[in-house]
């Protein structure tokens, strides 16, 4: 038994019950235009059956069998149709990990030699934003609240006060930044703002 204990000297740090949570990965994208230095943002398809017409990064679910980092590399070269040696991915930023049961995988990357191209099925439009505007703006911050509601099959019998008991609450921050005509906010917003924290 000491043996399987001590395993733990090396086991890797992990995200428990991860197994239910469907897992993504996304690439947070770096041009670099004569030392001006500017973040890529997608606008999902209308077409899409997910969050169509919303402002992403490119990313996606990964599949069985690659890592996360070669599934971000992998949606970014699919979505925006260029050379995957053009995508050279820096190193991991943040885990997300949300109320609704989804895990983001984030990576940061520079660009190279892109023509603004992208896939028409999953992309409607590109653009881009300053990194500067990032550096001096900050976001604005709204909070969803979380709350806990058992099922109908909630065994209420094996805890105290029953049907009675205090579940926690919790509150959900929500980033916005707005730039020109943009909006871009959620998930999105909140890998772009502790990306920006992170460099400044």
């Not at 017409?53 to 070269?77: D, Q």
């Amino acid at each position: 038994m000491l043996d399987r204990i001590l395993k733990f000297k090396t086991k890797p740090i992990s995200i428990s019950e991860c197994d239910n949570y469907t897992e993504f990965s996304v690439l947070i994208p770096i041009l670099i235009n004569k030392n001006n230095y500017e973040l890529l943002y997608e606008i999902r398809s209308e077409n899409l059956k997910n969050q169509p017409n919303e402002i992403c990064f490119p990313g996606g679910k990964i599949e069985k069998g690659e890592s996360k980092e070669e599934a971000a590399k992998r949606e970014t070269v699919e979505e925006l149709l260029i050379d995957s040696d053009d995508v050279n991915i820096i190193g991991p930023s943040d885990i997300m990990v949300t109320p609704f049961n989804t895990i983001v995988y984030t990576y940061v990357g520079i660009i190279k030699n892109y023509e603004y191209t992208y896939n028409n099925d999953e992309v409607k439009e590109v653009f881009t934003v300053p990194l500067s505007f990032f550096l001096y703006n900050e976001p604005q911050c709204h909070y969803i609240d979380v709350s806990l509601a058992p099922q109908n099959d909630f065994p209420y019998h094996l805890i105290q006060k029953g049907k009675d008991y205090r579940w926690g609450k919790g509150k959900y921050p929500v980033y916005f930044y707005i730039y020109k005509d943009k909006i871009i906010w959620g998930i999105t917003a909140r890998i772009t703002y502790d990306f920006i924290k992170y460099i400044r």
